[in-house]
């Protein structure tokens, strides 16, 4: 019978777990707070509706969940077959119905929550490949769905704030956003301000801190 609790002992790993399971709770409540209509509408991110936005995020729980298949079994198991075709999953994904895009949401993150759930402890370190080519042990997974729904449950735009987010997930992204912009040789005064305002506006989101200017690229 597979375990009904995380085989993971590790304290880092079931740390962020738990930091990525409250996030997809609070995304199925800012989820679960729009009508069937509002899901239509536009999300905060340019050229993508609520819709867009939700289909983005039931699949990338799919595609997290494929890593941690391969590390488990030690069969490749990519997260999608090109990025043409992630992209082209996800417009497909925004034309289905209201009551489809919220399944899909639900069973998604439930099928990644047993993957993760049912890895065995000796397996959290295997090395798996994301869709950029980088290559991480399968434990990043948890951060990498952490930030996703946390910040994704902002931009659908209907109340959702950074101030909401956990303060570890607000520390960590203050320490990896910079450092990505280091490592492709680009340097930008972080502006002043609180936590929450100055990882909104390093992520590209503005809020608070609009008047600082743009900064590099994030993702």
């Not at 590790?10 to 899901?39: C, H, I, M, S």
């Not at 990519?78 to 489809?100: D, K, Q, V």
Request: aromatic share 8%; hydrophobic share 45%.
């Amino acid at each position: 019978m597979p375990a009904r609790t995380d085989r993971s002992t590790d304290p880092e790993v079931l740390a962020w777990l738990l930091q990525a399971r409250r996030g997809t709770a609070y995304f199925a409540r800012k989820l679960n707070e729009l009508t069937d209509a509002e899901l239509a509408r536009d999300s905060l991110l340019a050229g993508w509706t609520r819709k867009h936005l939700v289909a983005h995020v039931g699949y990338n729980a799919r595609a997290l969940a494929r890593l941690v298949e391969w590390a488990a079994s030690g069969v490749e198991n990519p997260m999608y077959p090109s990025a043409s075709a992630r992209n082209e999953e996800i417009a497909l994904g925004a034309t289905l119905s209201p009551i489809a895009l919220r399944n899909l949401f639900d069973h998604a993150a439930i099928h990644l929550n047993v993957e993760w759930r049912d890895l065995p402890d000796d397996r959290w370190r295997e090395e798996v490949r994301t869709i950029q080519g980088r290559t991480l042990p399968v434990s990043e997974t948890v951060w990498l769905r952490c930030r996703e729904v946390w910040i994704h449950a902002v931009d659908l735009g209907n109340g959702g704030r950074f101030a909401d987010l956990p303060e570890p997930v607000l520390r960590r992204l203050h320490a990896e956003i910079p450092a990505l912009w280091e490592s492709r040789g680009e340097v930008f005064a972080i502006p002043d301000g609180a936590l929450a305002d100055q990882v909104q506006w390093m992520s590209g989101r503005a809020g608070a801190l609009a008047g600082a200017g743009d900064p590099p690229r994030w993702l």
